[in-house]
């Protein structure tokens, strides 16, 4: 299948969703400082060593199942297994932690204040779309896995 010419200047919107929550975190931070040290720039490596591993977990998992990790495609899977099992949005928890470890980096305390207003521009827009795709093509599937794994942790 042939990938629109569009999709290589518009990149999915969840990671540009996360880079505005990161900029306007910063914007915010340059235009209403707080004096709070949030710690040391070197704390930010933890967050997003586990942002990294989650995001291989969920790409290995989507892998293993021949599927895409392209949330506007339509899956050939259900993946619950794998990182899957204990998240059904891995990807998107990832992307929280990726802005955990700049609210850090750039001591923006502003960054994690962004951190509600990403979460719900995902529930009422991308993860919404995604599960009514995976409830349309896998009806009983996806409601047992819906009722043993929770939406982020």
Known sequence: MRVPAWRYLFPPLPPVAMLAAIGGGLALTYYFPFDIKLGSPSWAIAPFVVALGLLLAAKWA???????VDPLQAPSALVTTGIYAYSRNPMYLAMILIIVAAGFYFNALWCWGMIPAFMAYLS???IP???YRLLSQWPDEFEAYKAQVRRWI
């Open 62 to 68: 989507f892998h293993r199942h021949h599927t895409t």
């Open 129 to 131: 779309a995604e599960e």
């Open 124 to 126: 009422a827009t991308f």
